[in-house]
Nanobody, 131 residues
Framework: QVQLVESGGGLVQAGGSLRLSCAAAGRTFISYAMGWFRQAPGKEREFVAAITWSGGNPYYADSVKGRFTISRDNAKNTVYLQMNSLKPEDTAVYYC????????????????????????WGQGTQVTVSS
């Protein structure tokens, strides 16, 4: 079992930055790949970024690549999402999630982009970017 709590959301002007944190409760945090998703009003939840248990091979949605950085500190059971050069279209509720282990034939870059890969979700934190 993993319990996830996001924080760090808020209101920021376009071009600004925010850093989201996701604190995990559970001794097995290190064994999970972690992801960030977001859901804007009236839209489906979409993949933002993911990171493997070791912190290597991060994956990003094209819409945030070069602006957002995902990282993790396994000693603190925390995953982060640094968001720079924010745009109004980044406005959404942001969720962190812990991924189930991928099967041996899974292509990880595809697997971690799917909601179905994740078994645990946080409650979300609101990010609002004003123009």
């Amino acid at each position: 079992q993993v319990q996830l709590v996001e924080s760090g959301g808020g209101l920021v002007q376009a071009g600004g930055s925010l850093r989201l944190s996701c604190a995990a409760a559970g001794r097995t945090f290190i064994s999970y790949a972690m992801g960030w998703f977001r859901q804007a009003p009236g839209k489906e939840r979409e993949f933002v970024a993911a990171i493997t248990w070791s912190g290597g091979n991060p994956y990003y949605a094209d819409s945030v690549k070069g602006r957002f950085t995902i990282s993790r500190d396994n000693a603190k059971n925390t995953v982060y999402l640094q968001m720079n050069s924010l745009k109004p279209e980044d406005t959404a509720v942001y969720y962190c999630a812990a991924a189930r282990a991928a099967g041996p034939l899974q292509i990880l870059a595809t697997y971690y982009r799917k909601e179905s890969a994740y078994g645990y979700w946080g409650q979300g934190t609101q990010v609002t970017v004003s123009s």
